[in-house]
């Protein structure tokens, strides 16, 4: 009989491939989200941008983006690559993998419906490759001195245990920038100050991609630690307590509206990612009633007052909802609020306004040099027409096209 004092390299394989694939799953939750809340002549294209974007992720973050993180390269042979942990940094590879795809597909929720599909592959290979790893390595590896530099000069490093900040602001804060240089879709907003409802097609399918990211969510936050022995029971207890305070302050304030119950939820998961290993449980459910408020609001407030056509509402649900989770660990994770310690809120607001600053810089200058030149927007008839039709050539509904026709 094997007695052994902690788990086995080939336990922590397993635990972490685990933890990819849950998070892979989610690019399915982000698909249907997409599909359900844009109108039927752009479903397909939901479909199969989500799908693509991983795929341009996946090619970029394994040659360049994993690099300019931790420093690691795939260049050796076999025996080289799984070394003697069974092939752990290459498993640990392909979970970091699915976070840094999170975020072309949350800006597609923001650009919906009226962007290019090659130009915004090219944006997800740039943003991926580039700019979402530079930040990635200052948070979760040390690069460049700056968590070493809060430590020394506010006692604690910027704390955000499954990205709130380094995976969903990031996105948020790049999507409205490549929503505010595509402009809205056409007939959204009228010259006259009018603005015309554009529904979701399907709420089933919202309804669906919504409940496939709150299951993938447990792995996003639990499998964070990457190691079996360090995971924490109260990581999942954090996760649930905060989508469920997300949702059930989104059903109130939206009173009952289908996207705002489902999308809440997303809110006080995203919110809780950063400080689910170390916040106490009822910290966690006000992290998460606070973001389902900021996300009810803040849709609103970007659709009718700032005239921002994002479709899925992914600035104010990732983008400002991550970084109030980033900023919320600084204040729910101190001891005498019950939490574990070991925060400063002037680091976690600093850190928190770097990604953001890296977010919307790198987006300017990709979308904005995609936009000078080759162009990031549809036509004014390939929009008419649909994504689905202008792109991809092919209906959700074909057999209804043919008998209308």
Known sequence: MITTNGPLPGDNVFFLLMGAILVFAMHGGFAFLELGTVRRKSQVNALVKILSDFGISTIVYFFIGYHIAYGISFFGNVQ???????????????FLLTFAAAVPAIISGGIAERARFVPQLAATALLVGLVYPFYEGIVWNGNFGIQSWLTQNFGAPFHDFAGSVVVHAMGGWMALVAVWLLGPRRGRYGRDGSIHPMPPSN???????SWILIIGWFGFNVMSAQQLAQVQGLVALNSLMALVGGMLAALALGKGDPGFVHNGALAGLVAICAGSDLVQPIGALAIGAIAGAIFVYLFTFVQHRLRLDDVLGVWPLHGVCGAWGGI?????????????GGVNLISQILGTLLGIAIAMLGSFLVYGLLRQMVGIRLGEEEEYMGADLAIHHVSAYPEEDIQKS
């Open 80 to 94: 080289q690559l799984t070394g003697t942990d069974q092939g752990f940094a290459l498993v640990r590879f392909f």
């Open 203 to 209: 709420i089933p399918f919202l309804a669906l991609g």
């Open 328 to 340: 919320a660990v600084g204040i729910f994770g101190l001891r005498a609020l019950g939490g574990a």
